[in-house]
Structure formats: structure tokens, C-alpha cells
């Protein structure tokens, strides 16, 4: 079974902090996503990864960067954590970027 | 927004009964893909559909697609409580750069 994990269940930082999410999967998928989800606004892409080195933006990735130095791990980073960066951050992973993503558990941040 | 919308946004049923949820998009797709999400955890996926099919079964689930209409269905056949998450429809849009975009979801409450 494909296994995403993320390093933290929950997260609360101060606004201004510098904030880093980690995703880890172990089946060898190309492609690698963060997305935060919101009440009423679903799912949102911030940046996804289709290859070492590699990113792209997605819908909302202002405020966010990421890195992604070895295939199996992508990091998601709030350069300056604001309180409405409170979200629940979900990371996935695929062998193509339009198949099926297998999801982490996901990390609740708060940020006060 | 080309999000698929996701229709009723809640729906309560008692077990052993059908759930009926609906997915409608507004541009062609590649594929269809129907996720569900037990409460403060990771999606997890449950069906893909390709353009070219009209009905796909896997265990309980039901996925049909209506290309000429935009539309989707998810049935779960007589319901259990574990069934009680929330379910997503995910679409890959031609010329989004083949990237998934999901709805908002359908809260689905099934009921002992």
C-alpha cells in the first residue's frame, strides 16, 4: 500500500514564524502535491512537484514555497506564518499528475 | 473556477438505505475521480472514470458519468455507518495542465 506521511498532526505557530510542513511517501511517484482545505472552499492546489528540483505553481500559492530536494520527500513552507494561513494542509502523491493522489493524513495549522 | 459542484452539499440517510451524490463540470473532461474523507483525516480515493466509460463498479459504489450533460453520479448501495465522511469529486480538465480539481464536497451522514 502507498504510504504518505506528513510530520505534524497539528501545528500552532505565531504569525510571522517561518513554518515548515513535511511530506514523505514511499512508493517512488513522480509527482507530489500540497493543497490546503478550507470550510465551504473545498480543496485548493498550492504547488505541486513533478519531479526532483522541479514545482509548479498551483491555484493559490502566494504566501508558500517549496522544495523538493529527494523524489520521496516535499516540503511545503510558510516563509512568514499569517493567521490566514490557518488551514488544514493536506500533501498527495501519483505516478501521473491526472491519476489517482494518495493523500497524507494531514496537518492542522493554527497560527495565532 | 472549473471546480466540479458537488450536489446535495449534505445528505443524511438511515443505513441499509442508497446514497445518491452528483457531480456536475463545466468544460470536457479526461477523467472523473470520486474520494472520500473520514472527519480531520486525508482523502482517500475510491473511483476513477475515463471520459469513454459510462458506469463503473467497484464493491457498493456505483460511479456512472453523463459526458453529454456534465454530470456524475456516486451510489452507495445499501449504506452502512462507516459510509458517514465526506465525498469529493475530482475532475482532470483538457489543457489545465492535467491537473485535478476538486469540488467541495458532499457531507454524507448515514444514521444506525
Redesign the interface.
Known amino acids: 500500500d502507498v504510504k504518505v506521511t506528513q510530520s505534524s498532526r497539528y501545528l500552532v505557530k505565531r504569525t510571522g514564524e517561518k513554518v515548515f510542513l513535511e511530506c514523505v511517501q514511499d512508493m517512488d511517484h513522480e509527482n507530489m502535491f500540497w493543497y490546503r482545505q478550507d470550510p465551504g472552499l473545498g480543496l485548493r492546489l498550492i504547488y505541486f512537484s513533478y519531479d526532483v528540483k522541479m514545482k509548479e505553481k498551483g491555484d493559490i500559492p502566494e504566501g508558500y514555497s517549496v522544495s523538493r530536494e529527494k523524489k520521496e520527500r516535499f516540503s511545503l513552507i510558510l516563509e512568514s506564518a499569517s493567521t490566514n494561513q490557518t488551514s488544514m494542509y493536506l500533501c498527495a502523491s501519483s505516478v501521473r499528475v491526472q491519476e489517482t493522489q494518495y493523500f497524507g493524513p494531514g496537518t492542522r495549522l493554527l497560527v495565532l | 473556477s472549473q471546480?466540479g459542484e458537488e450536489d446535495p452539499q449534505a445528505l443524511s440517510i438511515q443505513e441499509g438505505e442508497n446514497a445518491t451524490m452528483n457531480c456536475s463540470y463545466k468544460t470536457s473532461i479526461?477523467?472523473l475521480?470520486w474520494?472520500r474523507q473520514n472527519s480531520?483525516?486525508?482523502?482517500?480515493?475510491l473511483i476513477?472514470i475515463r471520459s469513454n466509460e459510462r458506469e463503473k463498479h467497484s464493491g457498493r459504489l456505483r460511479v456512472t458519468l453523463d459526458t453529454s450533460k456534465k454530470s456524475s453520479s456516486l451510489l452507495i448501495t445499501a449504506s452502512r455507518a462507516a459510509d458517514t465522511a465526506s465525498y469529493?469529486c475530482?475532475t482532470?480538465y483538457f489543457g489545465a495542465?492535467?491537473?485535478?480539481?476538486?469540488?467541495?464536497?458532499i457531507t454524507l451522514s448515514v444514521r444506525p
Open positions: 471546480q479526461n477523467n475521480q474520494y480531520g483525516r486525508g482523502l482517500v480515493h476513477l469529493f475530482a482532470e495542465n492535467s491537473k485535478l480539481t476538486f469540488g467541495k464536497g
